[in-house]
């Protein structure tokens, strides 16, 4: 079965230090991942997706993730936080199972940021 | 992409009354589905919304406490029936939208109906 496993739900930075979130995904077949972030209050936006075109995938807001299929691993990073960026991040899979479509999400994780 | 708009936007219910949410969507769609997101955790899919069929609903979610409509291709309801504190939720529609030449789904989101329930 596929499925995605976020390590850590809460991670601090500060200001201008290195973002680095994890994501690890379970998959039978080459996988569709995705990263989307969550702002208080507000519904969920796709920061950016991997689809098999190229294993570094390059997002909105100065984030990338890469896709390392030796580590099943799918990392979200992003080299200088900036205030904006607390939010919750949630990494997802998508699946198609009897031809029936549906996203997995990860447990997410809260990023906070120092000043 | 697609834009979603959802009602109400948020909303204080009583115990033991029933509150419907409105999806809608600005273009045609082939799925949406309806996610539940409990205080501090991921999104859970309650089901996916058939036009012109009964909902498809996950382990856990049954019709009689979640009945979903979608009389076309661009609306759903959801409604969450017989409310305790437990329903305190956001309920986040979600549509599926084919890319012609693309292999992967797109699947965007609405902002959310926030449910208290006292």
């Known amino acids: 079965a596929q499925s995605v496993t976020q390590l850590g739900s809460h991670v601090s930075v500060s200001e201008g230090a290195l973002v680095l979130l994890r994501c690890n995904y379970s998959?039978?077949?080459?996988?569709?991942l995705f990263w989307y972030v969550q702002y208080p209050n507000q519904g969920l936006q796709l920061l950016l997706k991997?689809?098999?075109?190229?294993?570094l995938v390059k997002g909105i807001n100065g984030f990338e993730a890469e896709f390392k299929k030796s580590e099943t691993s799918f990392h979200l990073t992003k080299p200088s936080a900036h205030m904006s960026d607390a939010a919750e991040y949630f990494c997802?899979?998508?699946?198609?199972?009897?031809?029936?479509?549906?996203?997995?999400f990860g447990t997410g994780t809260r990023l906070k940021v120092l000043a | 992409s697609a834009v979603i708009s959802q009602k109400p936007s948020r909303d204080i219910c009583q115990r033991g009354t029933s509150l419907t949410i409105q999806c809608q969507v600005d273009?045609?769609?082939?799925?949406m589905f309806w996610y539940r997101q409990q205080p501090g955790q991921s999104l859970t899919l309650i089901a996916t919304?058939?036009?012109?069929?009964?909902?498809?609903?996950e382990s856990g979610f049954v019709i009689d406490k979640f009945p979903i409509s979608r009389p076309n291709l661009t609306f759903s309801t959801l409604t969450v029936s017989n409310m305790s504190p437990e329903d305190s939720s956001i309920y986040l529609c979600?549509?599926?939208?084919?890319?012609?030449?693309?292999?992967?789904?797109?699947?965007?989101f609405g902002p959310g109906t926030r449910l208290t329930v006292l």
């Open positions: 997802a899979v998508s699946v198609t199972t009897s031809g029936t479509y549906k996203y997995i």
């Open positions: 919304a058939n036009q012109g069929s009964e909902a498809t609903y």
């Open positions: 998959s039978s077949v080459p996988p569709y």
């Open positions: 991997y689809t098999s075109a190229a294993t």
């Open positions: 979600s549509v599926y939208k084919v890319t012609p030449g693309l292999a992967y789904n797109e699947q965007f």
């Open positions: 273009s045609q769609v082939t799925m």
